[in-house]
């Protein structure tokens, strides 16, 4: 690009689609639409990761390379530089309203049939590797998994057979990594919560930007915050974005604006972008902008499997999904127990407690548990005009996550593993909602094709959009509600025509 970028973008290219933000939602929706043949203008208020290898490490630890927890993560790619790539489909019964301890779970203006060719297009833009053997609530699909499950660690490989073994149905998580015959995956122990150094794990970034960029159709502007999405004068059509880059402010033209910045940032932009038709926030003429947030409510089990400490593996490779749609003597849906990676969490640990957490954690597996939390009209951010003033948390289901974490500690206890699993209150992990779709604009922010209510041209493609978070991750759902939209925004006739060629593990 040019040694002041902002000045060859000022003009307005007829077609052109604007995305803020080259995470999930927007890398997966700029693959898409620069293979549906837009011309894409991809907006980054970060730079690249690029941490240098370190000896005997393949990743590095976010706390090494992202030291400041506080601070947003903008990098190209988003948030999924450290994610685990666990790549699930949503269940069925995600898409439904369904009834939990505590209230419901909203159902989706559409049901999972509508996303289903969606989900295997990202399953193969990210090279997901899995297998329904062992999941009960495995959702139907049209087609196999691109690639096989990654093989077990020995250790992990004893402990799913003792599970099996004492009758508890066990799954492969759907990992999107290229282990691939000649793939780069080498099955190390620094992938979940690291940076990978060696471009294995299919992150945003390395699955859908580079091959974006590559077809000449996108241009990607870096270390570029965008300060308002601008509307025209009936405050009824997105006409471009305001930028600020290297202290110099731009106005940006385009035909069509997909906000895809995350949580909490795409809420807190299109907040500050009122004007005199929006003056809460495009978006916000119901007051439904910020609200309706869910998530996951998740706890930590530690299954003890060795008296020594336990070698450096790839760990992360199953799951029980037996208790999804419930568990014996509770009517409600119960949740998902995952093996995690191994990560030096204890590294954030306070001082005291340090050693202690190190020595736990090195002699067993890290397993978490998940259930659903739930919105409500009350439960979302909090903004002091178009600042962030903090947030009033999605509604827990306690019993049911309780429950959960007696039936992991039973599950691992038949198979022989003693575990140590504190009882206390839940971490909150995968927002969703803040920009929530749905077919009334009383109560949501964005229509079933993820449109502002009322403001044609301008999109939202993120985790915000969801109406619910189900009890599985959420990455894949959002790749697959950005390739939708990218069929909707080129007119393409279905998704399936542009799904990416995959080549078979065999040929491979």
């Known amino acids: 690009m040019s040694p002041d970028p902002l000045s060859e973008l000022r003009d307005d ?10 995470g999930m939602g927007g890398g997966s929706l700029a693959w898409r639409l620069a293979h549906n043949g837009r011309e894409v203008l991809l907006i980054e ?18 706390a090494d390379v992202h030291g400041d927890r506080v ?24 898409f439904r309203a369904v009834e939990h301890e505590n209230g419901v779970s909203p159902a989706w203006p559409f049901g999972y049939d509508t996303l289903e060719p969606y989900y295997e297009a990202a399953e193969a833009l990210y090279k997901v590797h899995g297998s329904p053997a062992g999941d009960p609530s495995e959702p139907p699909r049209a087609h196999a998994y691109p ?7 020995p250790v992990v490989e004893r402990m799913v057979g003792t599970l099996e073994r004492a009758g508890v149905p066990v799954a492969a998580i759907p990992r999107g990594i290229d282990r691939r015959v000649g793939g780069a995956c080498v099955l190390c122990a620094d992938c979940d919560a690291h940076v990978c150094t060696v471009d294995a794990k299919m992150d945003a970034e390395i699955a859908a930007v580079r091959p974006a960029l590559a077809t000449g159709r996108v241009k990607l502007l870096l270390h570029t915050e965008v300060l308002k999405v601008l509307t025209d004068d009936s ?12 202290g110099e402010e731009a106005v940006l033209h385009a035909d069509t604006v997909v906000v895809s910045a995350g949580l909490p940032a795409s809420a807190l932009l299109l907040r500050r972008s009122a004007n005199t038709q929006h003056p809460e926030g495009v978006g916000n003429h119901s007051g ?27 760990t992360k490779s199953f799951a029980i999904h037996a208790w999804y ?12 127990i995952q093996v995690a990676g191994q990560m030096p969490f204890w590294e954030e640990a306070s001082r005291l407690m340090r050693p202690v957490v190190k020595v736990v954690a090195t002699h067993s597996l890290t397993c978490f548990y998940m259930t659903e939390a739930l919105p409500t009209a009350e439960t979302g951010l909090v903004f002091d005009g178009d600042k962030l003033a903090g947030r009033v948390e999605p509604v827990q289901n306690l019993k049911t996550f309780h429950r959960l974490r007696q039936l992991a500690v039973k599950s691992f206890a038949k198979a022989g593993y003693p575990s140590i699993a504190r009882r206390r209150p839940p971490y909150m992990w995968h927002d969703v909602g803040t920009a929530r779709m749905g077919d009334d604009p009383a109560t949501s922010v964005v ?6 209510h009322g403001v044609e041209g301008l999109y939202v493609a993120d985790a915000s959009v969801m109406p619910s978070a189900g009890a599985v991750n959420t990455g894949l759902t959002i790749a697959a509600l950005a390739m939708r939209l990218g069929d909707h925004l080129a007119g393409a006739a279905s998704a399936t025509d542009k799904a990416p060629t995959i080549v078979s593990e065999q040929a491979a």
Request: net charge positive; glycine share 16%.
């Open 71 to 94: 601070k947003p993560i903008q990098y190209v790619g988003g948030q999924t530089k450290f994610y685990g790539a666990a790549l699930y489909r949503y269940r069925e019964s995600d």
């Open 147 to 153: 690639f096989p499950p990654i093989e077990h660690a």
């Open 288 to 314: 439904a902008l910020g609200k309706y947030l869910a998530g996951h409510s998740t706890g930590m089990v530690f299954p003890l499997v060795s008296v020594g400490q336990v070698k450096p593996a790839h």
């Open 13 to 22: 290219p007829a077609g052109r689609v604007i995305v803020i933000g080259s």
């Open 235 to 246: 405050g009824r059509r997105a006409t471009g974005v305001l930028v600020r880059r290297d």
């Open 325 to 336: 749609e419930g568990s014996p003597g509770w009517a409600y849906p119960t949740g998902v």
């Open 45 to 62: 208020q970060g730079g690249y990761l690029k941490p240098p290898p370190r000896p005997g490490k393949v990743g590095q630890f976010i």
């Open 447 to 452: 229509d079933a094709n993820l449109q502002v």
